[in-house]
């Protein structure tokens, strides 16, 4: 007996396309490998167990002190609408501290679409079997996993709110990168007249991974979750950071055609400029994208006024309000960090390629026609 999910899926369209042949495979070899797929992708939300877990996750939440921003639009939007969260994606804490906001409010837990590779050993199941995370193969381009993916989340959308990253990934150089498209179909083909999108952007002080994106830049290859988590626990030593998780205006997307691949680009990429425009500006970044190779304290707090005013005049979302406010609550963190030295009052740069990837972060604001300032 198959359970209703399963026949909800089977029931859908372009299944039903894949299954007879359309594609090429068919008979068994296209049901399983449907079913295949369908298994890989279920997951169950135990939300008691879930609460539950901030216990032993306790040492890496508690150097994150979350902050959060105009939580009230999804208070109001949740009491009626079915909700799709679309986040940047700095960090793999992201996956604690954005569900952990809501939770801590009392705003009914959504699924969380994540790369497969954090589905190993006892962590993936955690995520498979409590917290609702969704795996996903990001890079494949198979029709059947691409059909059942996008099926699978349309119908768990009838039941449940959903979170995602239309990045795809984390940014490795430190940039707001560009939306993929897939999940925003997934989520248009679930048919909720309620559904609306709701752009949510997270923005840390010190990204726990930091060096590590950094040194590599862009991202090569897919490596084990096991060792990636060695690698940040070792940065994790004399860490702490402040992560601020703003929420933007729900989006209506009853106007938006699923079957138009040109409405669902623009859907992605609208949401991108929102998520870019609420992203929390903060010390660090002003100093990073100010800094010089060598520059006294007066000229770099200058420069981070120059900044200022610009970023003021775009309605960006600042933390602070003077060049001499943003050094003074950035460069302890910097230094200790390791990424630049201060020496009376001048500073230098120590680690380069981490410098510029918290510059990076707020590139987008500073874009005008193709060039930044």
């Known amino acids: 007996m198959l359970d209703d999910i399963t026949q909800a899926v089977l029931a859908r369209e372009e299944v039903i396309k894949y299954l007879s042949g359309s594609y090429g495979t068919r008979g068994d070899e296209a049901r399983d490998r449907i079913f295949t797929y369908l298994e890989e992708l279920r997951t169950t939300q135990r939300h008691a167990i879930y609460r539950a877990l901030q216990h032993p996750l306790y040492p890496i939440l508690r150097k994150i002190d979350r902050h959060h921003e105009n939580l009230e639009r999804v208070v109001e939007a949740a009491r009626s609408h079915r909700l799709v969260y679309a986040s940047n994606h700095k960090s793999h804490t992201d996956y604690l501290v954005e569900p952990l906001v809501l939770d801590d409010n009392g705003v009914r837990p959504p699924l969380i679409a994540a790369g497969i590779n954090l589905f190993g050993g006892p962590l993936g199941l955690i995520h498979k079997h409590v917290t609702g995370a969704i795996p996903i193969r990001r890079n494949t381009k198979d029709p059947a996993y691409l059909i059942t993916l996008k099926a699978y989340v349309a119908e768990m959308l009838k039941r449940h709110d959903l979170f ?15 939306a993929k498209t897939g999940l925003f179909h997934a989520a248009l083909s679930a048919d909720c007249p309620n559904l609306v999108i709701v752009p949510v952007a997270i923005a840390y002080d010190l990204v726990l991974e930091d060096h590590i994106l950094a040194r590599q830049r862009v991202k090569k290859l897919q490596r084990p979750f096991a060792r990636e988590l060695a690698e940040m626990v070792r940065y994790a030593v004399g860490y702490r950071s402040r992560a601020f998780v703003t929420f933007g205006t729900p989006m209506p997307v009853s106007g938006v055609d699923p079957h138009s691949r040109s409405d669902v680009l623009e859907l992605a990429r609208t949401v991108r400029s929102h998520i870019g425009g609420l992203y929390k500006v903060l010390p660090t970044a002003l ?12 000229d770099l707090e200058s420069r981070i006024d120059h900044l200022i005013e610009e970023l003021t005049v775009r309605r960006a979302n600042l933390a602070v309000t003077s060049g001499r406010q943003a050094v003074e609550e950035a460069a302890e963190p910097l230094v200790v960090r390791g990424i630049v030295v201060q020496e009376r009052n001048r500073f230098r740069v120590r680690d380069r390629s981490v410098l510029r990837y918290y510059g990076r972060t707020i590139e987008h604001l500073l874009l005008t026609d193709g060039r930044t300032h």
């Open 287 to 298: 100093f990073a994208s100010a800094m010089r190779p060598s520059i006294t304290k007066k």
């Open 164 to 178: 995602f990253y239309p990045e795809g990934g984390r940014s490795y150089s430190g940039e707001l990168k560009a």
